[in-house]
């Protein structure tokens, strides 16, 4: 079964740092161009970062542009989201996902397999 798993999501305080981790599990993200997303409470959700396959081309939401940086090991099948300065309004679910497509295609309805995501609560 095709899975991709996230972790490293947790309570941290504004100005802090996180490191997320998506993992594929039951196939090799090589191929995939990688996106991280996000949803809020009460929000739809939003395109964070992607990743192309080879690692060598990465977009950012405006809103973290300086702040987060998406890498990936394909040697350990993970991609990463390194987060740092947090602010609350960075608070929601963070999603990884695979797209076939490639990475022009990387958005929120351009994505073949999901994780169930973590939660990332910023907040003093």
């Known amino acids: 079964q095709l899975q991709l798993v996230e972790s490293g999501g947790g309570l941290v305080q504004p100005g802090g740092s996180l490191r997320l981790s998506c993992v594929g599990s039951?196939?090799?993200?090589?191929?995939?161009?990688i996106g991280w997303f996000r949803q809020a409470p009460g929000k739809e959700r939003e395109g964070v970062s992607c990743i192309s396959s080879s690692g060598g081309s990465t977009n950012y939401a405006d809103s973290v542009k300086g702040r987060f940086t998406i890498s990936r090991d394909n040697a350990k099948n993970t991609v990463y989201l390194q987060m740092n300065s947090l602010k609350p309004e960075d608070t929601a679910v963070y999603y990884c996902?695979?797209?076939?497509?490639?990475?022009?295609?990387?958005?929120?309805?351009?994505?073949?397999?999901w994780g169930k995501g973590t939660l990332v609560t910023v907040s003093s």
């Open positions: 039951g196939f090799t993200l090589d191929y995939y161009a």
């Open positions: 996902a695979g797209s076939t497509w490639g990475f022009r295609f990387c958005g929120p309805n351009g994505m073949d397999y």
